[in-house]
């Protein structure tokens, strides 16, 4: 029991006033309520996270598409002045970067229409942790600040010709590689899961930006095939660093 103190003092009016003091030391948390506490907590965290990890993926995937549209309408206002041709179209010694690309190098497109598409964050999906953000096109831009690939074939006179989308997608269980692909009616393809949870986005040349499955990115890419002459029309070409 603790020690008990009394005191007296008076008040202003004379009268004599009893004070109280004890030793006692106020209650502190045992080793087990700490414990306590800290599993609530951790339990409160997981719960918290569960709820706002929905929202964070469909956040991500709202502002890819956004990103998908600027890059989509970047195409279309880049022309060297002759016709309303993308930049893969046309030669380098015209302003395109049609040779380049021929060869792999997707960075040369979007350096071709960097006028345009300042800033270059917006080459990079949100959802991507693989790649970093460019602060410009000039010195330090390159594969590794490209989440997208590019159809090279893509053109506005088809408009279901598929000009750009999230290139993390695999081909009959193998993750693409960087450079020209050029895919078969027989390939089986999948979006791989780090991005968008199975799901990806693809922006067309009439300018729509969608979202879906890997099936309908099967059936999206299957569209880009020929049956008249028995090939694809379009090839695609990627910058996985």
Known sequence: MGLVLQRW??????????????????????????????????????????????????????????????????FKLWSPGQSDKYPTQYPVKFGGCMELVATGNVAAVFVTMSNILEPPKILICPADTDRQWATNFATDFGNKNISYFVGINASEDNPNSILIGDDNFEISGTPIKPGVLEIRTNNSIAWTGERHKFWGNIGFADGSVQSGTSSWLTNAIIKQYDSTFGVFTNRFVFAIP
């Open 9 to 74: 003092r008076a008040d202003g009016a004379g009268n004599i006033l009893k004070l109280q003091c004890s030793n006692s030391r106020s209650h502190a948390f045992t080793l087990t309520e700490v414990l306590v506490i800290l599993a609530v907590i951790a339990v409160l965290a997981v719960m918290l996270i569960a709820a706002t990890t929905p929202n964070r993926i469909a956040a991500y995937r709202i502002q890819c598409i956004n990103n998908l549209k600027q890059i989509d309408l970047g």
